[in-house]
């Protein structure tokens, strides 16, 4: 369980399967690839950007580096957005970049082995199928992992022009 949330992952993939940091959205878990996450963050208010897409929260500024903070439930389409102390930011390190997403909560690490990795389904999601890289199924848990590269790189994300533009 994760519960430090200022404190820096250190984990590494291992040949038993592979690593995934699970969040919560709404009512649903997600896992993204744990060698992208950088640290894991108390939400703290954030600076708006003008004319930046809604899910954009703002920037923040993390040890000198100025980082763009994502809003997953805005960008999944997800409603009753409500901001608490168990709602974090994920730092990211993608494409040599940082990068924040804003989720309702972390829960833990867990390895997944290749069996326990499903295909994405085609159909019925806010997020697209392309950003999906499968389904994981642990006991009784579902989750719905991420690419988090391809979704935070994607052309819709606007995110890196964004950030430079800060």
Known sequence: MVNDHNRVLAVQDDSEGHKFLVFTLGSEEYGIDILKVQ???D???VT???HAPEFIKGVTNLRGIIVPIVDL???FGLENIQYNQQTV???LNIAQRVVGILV????DVLT???DEIKPAPEFGANLSAEYLSGLGTVEQRMLILIDI???MCSEDMALFETAEAA
Not at 104 to 107: A, K
């Open 43 to 45: 939400y703290e208010a």
């Open 39 to 41: 640290e894991i963050r």
């Open 73 to 75: 439930r805005i960008k």
């Open 149 to 151: 590269e391809k979704l």
């Open 112 to 114: 997944l082995s290749r």
């Open 48 to 50: 708006r950007i003008a």
């Open 89 to 91: 930011v994920i730092i």
């Open 104 to 107: 309702d909560g972390v829960s």
